[in-house]
């Protein structure tokens, strides 16, 4: 599992197509008002193990129903920003294309506000397990699955005690309370649909 994963900015850049020339000039020292940190890491978890769209976002996830990541908003944590590293690669990626608006329209994006400063780490304690729990009930049955997944994975990179506590302890709540969900997403999934998304998931041509 890649670790860009889990600080989730990466994966949903990608997945929505977000051009990096628009990172660059948006003033990136408010923070995310409506998603947490917490929350973002899981939709990213999400989008990376069963993405909403396939064959280069062309076309939609058989598996994944619109606006189903939604309830993962109401996770609580830390207001989500992208970090310095990651607003530093787009500046990188967008540097040509700022010189080129300031040479021929004399549009100067190339001086940019200071970074600003990295996230603290993300620990996870009673308040997620608490908002995982109470939301658990309203997912479908493959979002169950990839939660649970998250749970079970998310020790080897969120490995101070409190977390590493909580996750297992989810883990096993989940086990217990809905024991389809620790199955995998193609023992939950209708047959037909599940052959569908593996179909579109291989690469064009195979």
Not at 6 to 17: D, H, M, N, P, R
Not at 32 to 39: C, H, V
Not at 72 to 98: K, Q
Not at 145 to 165: G, I, N, Q
Request: charged content about 25%; aromatic content about 12%; some cysteine.
């Amino acid at each position: 599992m890649p670790t860009r994963v889990w600080s989730g900015w990466f994966v949903l850049f990608e997945k929505i197509q977000f051009p990096a020339e628009k990172l660059f000039v948006v003033n990136w020292d408010k923070s995310n008002s409506a998603l947490t940190d917490k929350g973002l890491s899981m939709i990213g978890f999400v989008e990376e193990g069963c993405p909403r769209l396939l064959r280069g976002g062309t076309v939609r996830n058989p598996l994944r129903a619109l606006r189903d990541t939604q309830q993962f908003e109401v996770i609580r944590g830390s207001r989500y920003f992208v970090g310095a590293a990651a607003l530093s690669a787009c500046r990188e990626l967008a540097a040509n294309d700022a010189k080129w608006l300031k040479r021929n329209y004399k549009i100067d994006y190339t001086v940019s506000q200071p970074l600003p400063p990295d996230p603290r780490p993300m620990d996870f304690g009673d308040d997620y397990f608490e908002d995982i729990t109470d939301l658990f009930g309203r997912l479908d049955p493959i979002l169950r699955c990839l939660v649970y997944e998250y749970c079970v994975e998310a020790p080897a990179h969120f490995t101070d005690s409190e977390s590493t506590k909580t996750f297992r302890h989810l883990a096993k709540w989940i086990e217990e309370s809905c024991p389809s969900s620790n199955r995998g997403i193609e023992h939950v999934a209708d047959p037909d649909v599940y052959s569908r998304f593996v179909e579109l998931s291989a690469p064009e041509g195979q």
